[in-house]
């Protein structure tokens, strides 16, 4: 087992040639190429702020990217639990490049998890503008929403929605649309060799009419004159070019736009077929497309009779923040709901997620816990230290523990709640009291 099945052989052989094929077959044989992005949102030039086990040369085509060389672990590190940085296959990195997302803009990422490319959207928008991540998976919901947390995005909403529960509420809507599609997924035969198993002659097909589908449902949501980039990790032509065809037959109001990554060949039909035997990455095709300027706006979603938009709480009527922020650092557009303070983000109204399942909503700043509220994670993970009214410096061993659970002794500290930091990088909560560090750090986030 584990070998390329025969069909997919002929596949591939048809699409490269006898000598690309070889190339190809030879490549699946070499080591896996893995890579990080630096957490813009905290380190916006994209360098490290301290030293990160394995760190090689910047990948080309993403900033802040650098490719990981030999057998590190960055991974295992308490700077990589802080959000310093996401391990993310080089390659799968080119589609947000494409789609270039800008600041204050209304973005969607429709099939998001577990997050890498929701993260790097969010890091480019840098905390301006409305990003919407969806996932219609429950269980790979909730972890696009603790890597939308531990990377610290502020202006994030996350959602759990089949593509055609959201069309409705966001029509015409977004700036910018990332349609990652679920795929046969080809472009993983290296870094897990089991999925050649599960490959089958006609699973292509099976995904093609569903990615058509998801499609069909993004191009409801893009506004007149937007970009929307569709992109696989799978490499045949039924699912790449053939879905393409398709979808611009059935939406004229569509064109496929060139463009240009550095490190990679210009995409001159307004796509990219990437392949681990030409670049350093797993391989990905990558499309962009643009909706003409003049197409007809969609209609705004009806409102409800007899029901009107929630308002966001006034910072008098929400639970009480405790006193965690620095002087003048603040948090708008406060909205209470459930025991919990939200930050909306920007351009938000809340009306539009009502009926839908709604995991984040912005930047959860504190929760009730009894009868009072306390600082919640998020609002750590999304603070640079300044920001801060208390701090304290932990080493990497003493991060280590503080991320296992145990409590500190770090000495003759004010008491209250406290930002626990390590080289630069925040990593949770901590409240002194009685001489002791107590550990806050969420429970099911603790490692052994």
């Known amino acids: 087992m584990n070998e390329l099945p025969q069909a997919y052989i002929a596949q591939m052989k048809r699409l490269l040639g006898e000598a690309g094929f070889f190339a190809y077959e030879k490549a699946l044989g070499e080591p896996v190429t893995r890579a990080l992005r630096v957490n813009l949102l905290l380190f916006p030039d994209g360098a490290p702020p301290c030293a990160i086990e394995g760190l090689g040369e910047p990948v080309p085509w993403a900033k802040g990217a650098y490719f990981i060389e030999g057998d590190a672990r960055p991974g295992l590190s308490p ?19 494409a789609l270039c997302p800008q600041p204050g803009e209304r973005v969607l990422d429709l099939c998001a998890a577990p997050g890498g490319k929701s993260t790097q959207i969010a890091a480019l928008m840098a905390g301006r503008g409305l990003l919407v991540c969806n996932e219609p998976v429950p269980s790979r919901a909730q972890i696009l929403s603790r890597n939308v947390e531990r990377m610290g995005v502020r202006n994030a909403v996350v959602t759990c929605a089949l593509p055609d529960q959201l069309s409705p509420r966001f029509a015409g809507f977004f700036d910018r649309i990332l349609v990652d599609a679920p795929c046969s997924g080809e472009g993983m035969f290296r870094r897990q060799i089991e999925a050649r198993d599960e490959w089958s002659e006609n699973a292509p097909r099976g995904c093609a009419d569903r990615q058509l589908e998801i499609l069909h449902e993004a191009a409801r949501m893009l506004a007149p004159g937007g970009h929307m980039v569709y992109s696989t990790c799978t490499f045949n032509d039924t699912e790449n070019e053939g879905v393409l065809e398709r979808f611009l037959q059935a939406h004229p109001e569509f064109a496929l736009v060139p463009f240009a990554l550095p490190g990679l060949p210009r995409a001159e039909a307004g796509y990219l077929h990437l392949y681990p035997h030409e670049m350093r990455g797993e391989g990905h095709f990558v499309s962009l497309l643009q909706k003409r300027a003049d197409a007809p706006a969609a209609p705004e979603p009806a409102k409800k009779k007899g029901k009107a938009a929630p308002r966001p709480a006034k910072a008098q009527e929400a639970i009480a923040l405790p006193p965690v922020l620095a002087e003048g650092v603040s948090f708008e557009r406060l909205h209470s709901a459930g025991g919990c303070l939200w930050s909306l983000p920007e351009g938000l109204d809340i009306a539009r997620l009502d009926g839908l399942r709604v995991l984040r909503t912005g930047l959860l700043l504190a929760h009730a816990e009894g009868r009072r509220a306390e600082p ?7 603070l640079r230290p300044q920001e801060a009214l208390r701090t304290a410096a932990l080493t990497r061993e003493q991060a280590l523990a503080y991320q296992a659970g145990e409590a500190l002794d770090l000495g003759n500290l004010p008491e209250g709640f406290t930002l626990m930091c390590c080289e630069g990088v925040s990593l949770g909560w901590g409240k002194q009291a009685g001489g002791l560090m107590k550990n806050h750090y969420p429970k099911g986030l603790r490692r052994r």
């Not at 700077?79 to 490049?97: D, I, K, R």
């Open 376 to 382: 919640d994670h998020a609002l750590a993970m999304a």
């Open 79 to 97: 700077l990589h639990e802080g959000g310093l940085y996401y391990m993310q296959e080089p390659s799968a990195m080119t589609a947000v490049s």
